[in-house]
């Protein structure tokens, strides 16, 4: 596509239940960032994926969080058993190889809102 | 582990006026640097970067940013703001992998 997809805009949710956030990257970006952003707490990284691999996943606040991506594309973000300190802006975001390096020139989704009640 | 310092947290001014965002980051190696934007209701975007070469960079709508190693900064610079220039402005250090982004410093211009 001609920019970076997220999925669903808003997400209300109850305590405890467990939710999907989806990205789909530019087509041809090899690298693939998920950011949190809360208010005053500014970008807080949480996973990084180049292709399929995660070769960092330390951002990742609990073991409820977790994070794949498939075929080099789509990645989705699972919370589970939501917690209200989970309620953010999930931003997602791609950046492209340029002669094999990673450029860090990162485009950015318009996030997933997440609210938990 | 790396960071990044923003130590402006919210600047107001009035148009004409001349900025400068201070951003410090604490990694020693090689690094590439980075200032994003984000307009209201807008989604993030670049702003400028510093990969090597002449450390005094310049990006869009004006704004520059000089990169001096030996103070580990990278502060954002705009001669004179307008008032379409109101946004969070996110600086932002990559070294071999992932990208991190300091808290974000909100600019205010008013007429």
């Known amino acids: 596509g001609a920019g970076v997809s997220q999925s669903p805009s808003n997400k209300v949710t109850e305590k405890g239940k467990d939710v999907e956030l989806r990205c789909d990257p530019i087509s041809g970006h090899t690298a693939l960032y998920w950011y949190r952003q809360s208010l005053g707490q500014g970008l807080e990284f949480l996973i990084y994926f180049q292709g399929n691999s995660a070769p960092d996943k330390s951002g990742l606040p609990s073991d409820r969080f977790s994070a794949e991506r498939t075929g080099g594309s789509v990645s989705t973000l699972t919370i589970q058993r939501t917690q209200q300190e989970d309620s953010a802006v999930y931003l997602c975001?791609?950046?492209?190889?340029?002669?094999?390096?990673?450029?860090?020139?990162?485009?950015f989704g318009e996030g997933s809102r997440l609210t938990v009640l | 582990a790396q960071s990044v310092s923003q130590h402006n947290h919210h600047v107001i001014l009035s148009e004409a006026a001349s900025l400068e965002l201070g951003c410090n980051y604490s990694y020693g190696g090689t690094v590439n640097l980075f200032w994003y934007v984000q307009y209201p209701g807008q989604h993030l975007q670049l702003l400028l970067k510093?990969?090597?070469?002449?450390?005094l960079v310049k990006g869009i709508k004006g704004f520059e940013a000089e990169f001096i190693k030996s103070k580990f900064s990278f502060n954002l610079r705009k001669p004179s703001v307008q008032w379409s220039d109101t946004a969070e402005y996110f600086c932002?250090?990559?070294?071999?992998?992932?990208?991190?982004f300091g808290t974000g410093t909100r600019l205010q211009v008013f007429p």
């Open positions: 975001a791609s950046s492209r190889l340029a002669g094999g390096f990673d450029t860090g020139e990162l485009f």
């Open positions: 932002a250090v990559k070294n071999t992998d992932k990208l991190i």
């Open positions: 510093y990969f090597s070469g002449d450390p």
